[in-house]
């Protein structure tokens, strides 16, 4: 047998190791809001005729214990994973980084931690080690600017629900790292380039969210029975990097400090549900209409100068045929915020696409590609320049914005997170006390004795 230590062991002994006392406070903290980030978009999709449909077409035909957000219907194990991954992504409101770590990592949480009856310390330990595995995996493997072709985030984000369903399954080393062995074997191709950018795309099914999440707790439950896997699938010229096609492999690099640095610290909070891309233009657009105090309707053409890959299809288009092609259209999102200062429900609600106003305004809105604003943003996943000029009769106002609202240097109040998950939350349950019982629990997650009394909270009456 090989003496060879690779990548999967190095990973298997940190997960095994880490508990929950380890963790530093404001690492503790900063998870159980993305906890209640990510239930905010999922009770949010269980609202949309899609979500409601998905939920029911695969529910219908199992049964289980395990909760499916904002369903009555419970359903096995891997049915309600699916589903609640996808409904945390469905809207292009989760959280995000350079992928949306949390879609794939606090629903494995919740759902097998409701499985387990873990205690609520256990559940955000599992969180804070998927993200750190799924992010440094993904910051490890981002392909260079010639091959950006090869893009899906679902790829790597298999890696964040092994790891949680891992560390709530109690695996040794041995056994997290042959998970990851089988996960990595098994993870979905990075289809983005076709799913977002194909002349048919945008759709629901852009990240494989969901099947990345069954796949990670698949290999999880396949470890623990003993099944092993390729050890080495990191390792060398035939490692994942090649399997899905990207040209560089850094990962030695960015596992090199785990347990001394967090990288959860670096994932932001969504003010927009749309592309993480588009915001920094929102902001600038919505700063110099704020700045200068520009009447929306005096306007006669926006241009938006930003990083190449924004200034085409399908962030150009200033026709939205539904929700998912919005959640990419700049001139759509700019438009929408426009007529609704707040934002808050921008590029996510149907009757807007009815909105003759916002058609109107989106058809003068223009992108401007920026070369060296992409090189800023290589170096730096948050920092997404943007400029915005605004063209009226007489004169032009232009504001600049490098880092969007809801990056952690940029930060989103937490009032505003609590108080926009009241207000989704509130839609589907109906009642207040449940609701504010419902936001106590994750947000005293830790404290809790298990995790079943959280989930129990996100099943309509």
Not at 92 to 117: C, F, Q, R, S
Request: proline letters at 5%.
């Amino acid at each position: 047998m090989s003496s060879n230590v690779f990548l999967t062991d190095v990973i298997g002994k940190y997960v095994e190791h880490l508990r929950y006392e380890d963790l530093p406070s404001q690492v503790v903290e900063k998870a159980k809001v993305h906890i209640l980030d990510s239930v905010r978009c999922m009770l949010g999709a269980s609202l949309t005729s899609l979500g409601r449909s998905i939920a029911e077409n695969l529910s219908t035909w199992e049964h289980g214990s395990s909760t499916v957000v904002g369903y009555k219907r419970s359903s096995s194990l891997l049915t309600a994973v699916y589903v609640n991954s996808t409904f945390a992504n469905l809207l292009d409101y989760d959280d995000t980084y350079i992928g949306h770590p949390g879609a794939t990592i606090v629903p494995v949480a919740l759902n097998i931690g409701e499985l387990l009856h873990s205690p609520g310390k256990e559940a955000v330990t599992a969180v804070v080690l998927g993200y750190e595995a799924a992010l440094r995996f993904g910051l490890g493997l981002r392909p260079s600017v010639e091959r950006r072709y090869v893009h899906g985030h679902g790829s790597w984000q298999v890696f964040g629900a092994c790891v949680a369903a891992s560390k709530l399954l109690g695996l040794g080393a041995d056994e997290v790292a042959n998970a990851l062995s089988i996960a990595a074997a098994n993870a979905p191709v990075p289809s983005v380039m076709k799913t977002v950018y194909g002349l048919t795309g945008p759709t629901p099914c852009k990240n494989n969210f969901g099947t990345a999440s069954v796949v990670g707790v698949l290999s999880a439950f396949l470890a623990k029975g003993g099944l092993r896997g390729p050890r080495d699938i990191f390792e060398g010229d035939t490692g994942f990097w090649r399997m899905i096609g990207t040209d560089r492999c850094e990962l030695s690099r960015e596992f090199e400090d785990l347990g001394r640095r967090y990288v959860i610290m670096n994932v932001a909070f969504k003010p927009y549900p749309c592309c993480r891309l588009i915001h920094s233009s929102i902001d600038a657009f919505l700063e110099c209409v704020k700045h200068y105090s520009i009447e929306v309707d005096s306007i006669e053409r926006v241009v938006v100068r930003a990083i190449p890959v924004l200034s085409k299809h399908p962030f150009t288009n200033s026709s939205p045929r539904d929700i998912f092609e919005a959640q990419f259209s700049i001139p759509y999102a700019i438009a929408c915020a426009a007529r609704n200062a707040e934002a808050v429900d921008v590029c996510s609600s149907e009757d807007s696409l009815k909105d003759s106003k916002i058609s109107e305004l989106s058809k003068r809105i223009f992108i401007e590609s920026v070369p060296e604003f992409d090189e800023e943003f290589r170096k730096d996943p948050g920092r997404i320049p943007a400029e915005v000029v605004i063209y009226l009769r007489n004169k032009e106002y232009r504001c600049k914005v490098d880092v969007p609202r809801g990056d952690p240097r940029n930060p989103l109040p937490p009032e505003v997170l609590v108080s926009r998950f009241r207000a989704v939350a509130l839609k589907v349950l109906k009642r207040e006390g449940k609701v504010t019982a419902l936001i106590n629990s994750i947000l005293e997650l830790d404290r809790l004795s298990d995790v079943e009394d959280l989930t129990a909270m996100l099943i309509p009456d």
